[in-house]
């Protein structure tokens, strides 16, 4: 690896930003050990902020309805041959029971953009989840809604939400989306949430059709720009039955250089070591978290449904039981050298 790559990385690590043009070098470089030494300076900062420490949070896909036609994902509206279901508030209610009693402290409630699902409905399962576990995090991954929408969950307990942005390139947005949806409402929905006083979460595919480097470093400016708490990223992953059936996933080696670029550039960042890597390759999530991830999310929904919830082909962990899901990533994380803890895990912005 050249002086001026090495010097570049090291500039990352103690400045945590960069010009355009050295981010671009980042992304497109291809000398060999570029992603081994950006491995090795995130892992030493994320140790800084967070130790060894890597936190769960309990996944329950709730409902795989989603109105919206999102050219990529495998339970988009039009596709016909998606098994639809929904949970019911007693369902939910008994995942996070299940997941409390296996050591989670907070419980991520993700679902398609489902009209079923009310606002009333929404305040009613976040209230009951908060009655019963009032020492836990609630997060809700449910797409775009009103400020009003997001006020109100927020005022019936819920604390985190996660909304990729997915690109925030507008013209590659077009690309990815049908015209009934915006970059530019996708925005306002992420400065609602911050303002309101959620923790924030955003992020983006790597590899998903059309994207360059120039939409990456859109990316990575608009991130820096809304400062979220949590940053998910994973490798876009074609599904057969979506309009991008053909297209090439993306690869292991860049979304683990994406990651531990995001590291260099918010060490305070919660950076999940996402079930897609896994899906990618078998020890994905291992390398996720030697990149510089410190999140995972192992799977609480019913084991009926999982493999109904299919965003992307051939999705990992579909078959186990909670129990079991935790315990092999519990063990998997051990492996890589680092420990799964049990609390709520909050962001760490500074090292005071």
Known sequence: MSQTTANIIAKLANEHNLSDAELLALLTGTEDGINEQLACA???????????????????????????NCYYCGIRAGNSLAERYRLSQEEILACCAEGYKLGFRTFVLQGGEDLYYTDDKICSIVSAIRRQHPDCAITLSIGEKSRASYQAYFYAGANRYLLR??????????????????????????????????QVGSGFMVGSPY?????????????????????????????????????????????????SMLRLLFP??????????????PEGRELGLKAGGNVVMPNLSPVGV????????NKICTGEEAAQCRGCLEAR????????????????????
């Not at 140790?47 to 409902?63: A, H, S």
């Open 42 to 68: 995130a892992d030493k900062l994320r140790r800084q902020y967070y130790g060894d420490k890597v936190y769960i949070r309990g996944l329950i896909e709730f409902t795989n309805y989603c109105k919206n």
């Open 165 to 198: 942005h997915e690109t925030a390139d507008a013209e590659h947005y077009a690309k990815l989306h049908p015209a009934s949806m915006s970059l530019e409402n996708r925005k306002r929905c992420l400065f609602d949430l911050k303002e309101i006083g959620y």
């Open 211 to 259: 994207q360059t480097p120039q939409t990456l470093l859109s990316d990575l400016r608009f991130l820096q720009q809304l400062q979220p708490d949590m940053i998910g990223i994973g490798p876009y992953i074609t599904h057969e039955h979506t309009p991008f059936k053909d297209r090439p996933s993306g690869t292991l080696e860049q979304t683990l250089r994406l990651l």
């Open 268 to 281: 305070y960042a919660l950076l999940p070591s996402t079930t897609a890597l896994g899906t990618i390759h």
């Open 306 to 313: 999982r493999k109904k919830y299919e965003l992307y082909a």
């Open 333 to 352: 994380v051990r492996m890589a050298g680092y420990n799964i803890v049990t609390d709520i895990g909050d962001v760490r912005r500074t090292l005071e």
